[in-house]
T-cell receptor, first 112, second 113 residues
Framework: DAKTTQPPSMDCAEGRAANLPCNHS???????VYWYRQIHSQGPQYIIH???NNETNEMASLIITEDRKSSTLILPHATLRDTAVYYC?????????????FGAGTQVVVTP | DADVTQTPRNRITKTGKRIMLECSQT?????MYWYRQDPGLGLRLIYY???????NKGEISDGYSVSRQAQAKFSLSLESAIPNQTALYFC????????????FGDGTRLSIL
């Protein structure tokens, strides 16, 4: 599975959009980009995933560059409850045996 | 994720004791996983099961065993607990089709004295 690089931390003002970058320059053609977050000591929470196209759901949007070497998770209106560690993970789809490789992630702090 | 339930939520026990952590799910997923998380570290995969008859070791299976009693239940056992197995344990499930993401329980905090 491809390795990902994320900034260790970032701050965001409540009500503003939070844009979380992720680099995955060695991603291969059948690998998906997944985003999870973990609020202190709780179970990781799935946010969104995509292959090539941009994706949006009720929680966030995922923007993947055309060359697929990087992506951005967008939380459109950050709230205090969005304070968490955010993980960008790249892994294969149907052929993958399912292991999620969690790196260090980005610690996001949303401030009033 | 209320669809994935782990019991107990917290457990303190002594070295040498046998411990079982249980996981049940109502998502109807075929695949289930056990991870552990240590402070400051990411999650590491202990065991995973693609269906009731298929169980596989993960990257840190030594000292652990599992049982897939049914599609909805996957238990993790520590046969003889040791202090360095003190950690946060998570169960996860996923569908077996395509790129389906894993969904996690709220974890079991295990302390071994």
């Amino acid at each position: 599975d491809a390795k990902t690089t994320q900034p260790p931390s970032m701050d965001c003002a409540e009500g503003r959009a939070a844009n979380l970058p992720c680099n995955h320059s060695t991603i291969s053609g059948n690998e998906y980009v997944y985003w999870y977050r973990q609020i202190h000591s709780q179970g990781p929470q799935y946010i969104i995933h995509g292959l090539k196209n941009n994706e949006t759901n009720e929680m966030a949007s995922l923007i993947i560059t055309e060359d697929r070497k990087s992506s951005t998770l967008i939380l459109p209106h950050a709230t205090l409850r969005d304070t968490a560690v955010y993980y960008c993970i790249v892994r294969g789809g149907l052929d993958s045996w399912g292991k999620l490789q969690f790196g260090a992630g980005t610690q996001v702090v949303v401030t009033p | 994720d209320a669809d994935v339930t782990q019991t107990p939520r917290n457990r303190i026990t002594k070295t040498g004791k046998r411990i079982m952590l249980e996981c049940s799910q109502t998502k109807g997923h075929d695949r289930m996983y056990w991870y552990r998380q240590d402070p400051g570290l990411g999650l590491r995969l202990i065991y995973y099961s693609f269906d009731v008859k298929d169980i596989n070791k993960g990257e840190i299976s030594d000292g652990y065993s599992v049982s897939r009693q049914a599609q909805a239940k996957f238990s993790l056992s520590l046969e003889s607990a040791i202090p360095n197995q003190t950690a946060l344990y998570f169960c996860a499930t996923s569908d077996s089709t395509g790129s389906q993401p894993q969904h996690f329980g709220d974890g079991t905090r295990l302390s071994i004295l």
